[in-house]
């Protein structure tokens, strides 16, 4: 089952689990107890909602430390990622620190092993569509070489500093 399928089972129970308490605050034939299960189940309803509102977003942090990871071994440097979501924005941005400043072909190729990595690792293909990612090449000196761009659902633009 996908996650929209949990959301919408859970939202249906829980709007039951709601109508039911209040049904049930007026008559006076039901236990307590009856009442008071009926409430713990809400609140366990309410703190499983909200575990699998982030649940996305913490996959898609593993995959980019995982890729952070991987890359930043295998070329040899130091890789900064972030991720930023909230109603309107998510976002991963990933500093990157050379001793060297790579060509502009070796950081566009660094860029693409990254939108792949973290693809791969978080097995979500159309991740791009929904994320919008932003690169950094910085020298030694702190200083800005290359910066690309791939905003949600569009091609990545390259820059050079």
Same mark, same amino acid.
């Given at each position: 089952?996908?996650? $929209?399928?949990?959301?919408? *089972? $859970?939202? /249906?129970?829980?709007?039951? *689990?709601?109508?039911?308490? &209040? #049904?049930?605050? #007026?008559? +006076?034939?039901?236990?307590?107890?009856?009442? *008071?299960?009926?409430?713990?189940?809400?609140? !366990?309803?309410? @703190?499983? !909602?909200?575990? /699998?509102?982030?649940?996305?977003? +913490? +996959?898609?942090?593993?995959?980019? #430390?995982?890729?952070?990871?991987? &890359?930043?071994?295998?070329?040899?440097?130091? $890789?900064?990622?972030? @991720?930023?979501? =909230?109603?309107?924005?998510?976002?991963?941005?990933?500093?990157?620190?050379?001793?060297?400043?790579?060509?502009?072909?070796?950081?566009?190729? @660094?860029?693409?092993?990254?939108?792949?990595?973290?693809?791969?690792?978080?097995?979500?293909?159309? /991740?791009? =569509?929904?994320? =919008?990612?932003?690169?950094?090449?910085?020298?030694?000196?702190?200083?800005? $070489?290359?910066?690309?761009?791939?905003?949600?659902?569009?091609? *990545?633009?390259? +820059?050079?500093?």
């Amino acid at each position: 089952m996908g996650i $929209i399928t949990w959301y919408l *089972l $859970i939202a /249906l129970i829980f709007i039951f *689990l709601f109508i039911t308490l &209040v #049904k049930w605050k #007026k008559q +006076k034939s039901v236990t307590r107890r009856s009442k *008071l299960i009926l409430g713990s189940m809400l609140i !366990v309803m309410l @703190l499983l !909602v909200s575990g /699998l509102i982030n649940a996305p977003h +913490k +996959k898609v942090w593993e995959a980019v #430390k995982e890729t952070q990871e991987a &890359v930043g071994q295998s070329w040899g440097i130091e $890789i900064t990622p972030s @991720l930023t979501t =909230d109603s309107n924005v998510s976002e991963v941005t990933f500093s990157f620190l050379f001793n060297e400043a790579p060509s502009e072909e070796e950081a566009i190729n @660094l860029f693409n092993e990254i939108l792949e990595g973290v693809v791969i690792y978080s097995k979500k293909l159309n /991740l791009w =569509d929904n994320y =919008d990612a932003y690169f950094d090449i910085k020298s030694e000196s702190n200083i800005v $070489i290359y910066r690309a761009e791939k905003p949600s659902g569009q091609e *990545l633009t390259f +820059k050079t500093k």
